[in-house]
């Protein structure tokens, strides 16, 4: 079976045989790929593992150039490419403005964006459910979030697409140089000609609270505010979208689940938990360096070697959970690290959660006989080195 599929078989033969394995990515990018559950928490809240790229080789900097989070489009700071003290500066100035009273203040607003999108599908009896329910759900709740405009939604929707289908593009065929896409060029100067409406004439986004943001006489700048709206921006609709996707894959491919589900709707916290250990929304973590040698798995990596974290293997990793590739929407103990841990732990989990809860209670609800459209073979999953997501799932369901 192809990896992107089912990656699953080769992380358990580098667990049990290659627990540190070198890796060739298609740009040129390499580094140490860990892939045991023990060695993945551990390196998650190590300290000496920077996630500054500046500390990483020369030319392992060079290859990476001209992604959109990276220093070409000026929009290189942020909480996934800084370590203490500076990270910790700005996770303190942000989580001044993303606040769980914030998040929980969204539910409603999802509730209705989630019965919207369901009323549009219910009738016809089958839909696509990435491109048509999770994209949409996710991208409206930023928006909300961040305070767009409803008359500028629909066209910021198209340019997040642009921007997902940049993110994600196959390494071999990824840009050159600054060659950016129109609609991210667009994205980005919309975010910016936001933020100074907002300086204007305050509101009450996201946006608003990152500007009025302080810790004494400290505050964001200009680039780390955009920067960090863009990554709020690609990591708030794409662990939504892929948490959506992927977990309606495993119910479906796991019926007994499925029905265990609808028949007991009080699981649906515990079964999204079981989502994102059993096929999360991301494979790896992001990049990091040793900032001294490390050893890890009896393997010694030299200061400043790139390493990937695998979520995906260290969620499936027997020696941590039994039965590890089994689906069981009533695991209790699910300690997966789908959201990373330590300093670094992913600061939008709370609101990936919230969307989870009430989109699969909406799915569930008002989709019976919820099916797949096509064998599962025919389904194609993006091509990205972190991103764990399906590009489509076409469903059926009595209407």
Known sequence: MDFGADPYPEYAWLRAEEPVRQVMEGRGLYGLLVTRYEDVRKLLSDPRMS???????????????GRPLEDRTGLGTHLLTT???????????????FTARRVEGLRVQVQDITDGLLDAIVPRGRA????????PLAITVICELLGVPKADQDVFRQWTKDFRRWTNTDSTQADRG?????????????????????????????????????????????????????????????????????????????????????????LVDSALEEMLRYDGSFETSTWRFPLEPVEIAGTRIEKGHPVLLSLASANRDGA???????????RADNAHVAFGRGAH???????????????FDGLLRRLPGLALSVPPEQLRWQRSLTIRGLEALPVTFDA
């Open 51 to 65: 996630k500054d790229p500046r500390n990483a080789p020369l030319d392992w900097q060079e290859a990476g150039k």
């Open 128 to 135: 696509e459910l990435v491109t048509e329910f999770a994209f």
């Open 320 to 330: 941590k959970f039994s039965a590890p590739d089994q689906f069981d929407v009533t």
């Open 83 to 97: 370590d203490p003290p500076e990270h910790t500066r700005l996770r303190r100035l942000v989580s001044t403005a």
């Open 178 to 266: 600054d060659a950016r896409p129109v609609g991210l060029r667009d994205l980005l100067e919309y975010l910016t000609r936001l933020v100074d409406k907002r300086r204007r004439e305050p509101a009450d986004g996201l946006v608003d609270a990152l500007i009025a943001a302080r810790d004494a006489d400290d505050r964001l700048n200009e680039a780390e505010l955009l920067s960090m709206l863009s990554l709020l921006l690609v990591g708030g609709f794409e662990t939504t979208v892929n948490l959506i996707g992927n977990g309606t894959l495993a119910l479906l491919r796991h019926p007994d689940q499925l029905a265990r589900l609808r028949e007991r709707p009080d």
């Open 345 to 359: 732990f992913c600061l939008g989990a709370p609101l990936a959660r919230l969307e989870g809860r009430i989109a």
